[in-house]
């Protein structure tokens, strides 16, 4: 069975950094677009970054220039490294994968989610 399980994460004053990890385990033929969201209170849950398989980077909203999100594809590892976070950052963030496992085709998996909380 695929999981994906994250670390990380925390309480950080404005202007810190954090970084966030996850971790694809189980049976895994191959991993393709990877990607962070995030979800404050109250309001819908919004991608943050992505990496494509082969490496493309795209970041959205307030991350462009902040953030940075890297990819290790022979530790099957996914990491977001914040940079300057302000209090608007303040959400769970949950790691994506689009995952192709044997006997189970491709399917979308989810990180359980992490609290990151920026102080003002």
């Known amino acids: 069975q695929v999981q994906l399980l994250q670390s990380g994460g925390g309480l950080v004053q404005a202007g810190g950094s954090l970084n966030l990890s996850c971790v694809f385990s189980?049976?895994?033929?191959?991993?393709?677009?990877v990607a962070w969201y995030r979800q404050a209170p109250g309001k819908e849950r919004e991608q943050v970054a992505r990496v494509t398989s082969g490496g493309t980077t795209d970041y959205y909203g307030s991350a462009e220039g902040r953030f940075t999100i890297s990819r290790d594809n022979t530790k099957n590892t996914l990491h977001l490294q914040m940079n300057n976070l302000k209090p608007e950052d303040t959400a769970i963030y949950y790691c994506?994968?689009?995952?192709?496992?044997?006997?189970?085709?491709?399917?979308?998996?989810w990180g359980q989610g992490t609290q990151v909380t920026v102080s003002s």
């Open positions: 994506y994968a689009r995952i192709t496992a044997p006997m189970r085709g491709t399917n979308d998996y």
């Open positions: 189980g049976s895994i033929s191959r991993v393709g677009t």
